[in-house]
């Protein structure tokens, strides 16, 4: 088992606080065109492909948007604030 040391612990904790924030600030992401794509491929997602009929897919590409739920956001902020303060009341 691999122990973090207090500078790797502290770079984690921010890194999670930071993505909570942006989780927090985030209302919604729309996808391109290759990220819809590849979401539909790897998750066998039907509804993305068939969502406009043939001769009008060509003409505007189907774009996925995703919206973060808020306790994903609220989630990784206490996690993240915990792994800082313990980082600090680490040795070092």
Request: aromatic residues 8%; proline residues 5%.
């Amino acid at each position: 088992m691999v122990d973090l040391n207090r500078p790797q612990m502290y770079l984690a904790g921010l890194i999670v606080l930071l993505l909570g924030i942006e989780c927090r600030i985030v209302d919604s992401v729309v996808l391109t065109e290759s990220a819809t794509k590849f979401v539909a491929e790897k998750f066998e997602a039907t509804e993305l492909a068939t969502t406009a009929p043939n001769w009008f897919a060509q003409a505007l590409p189907v774009k996925k948007t995703v919206t973060p739920p808020k306790w994903i956001g609220w989630s990784l902020l206490s996690v993240g604030g915990v792994m800082v303060l313990h980082s600090l009341a680490m040795r070092k």
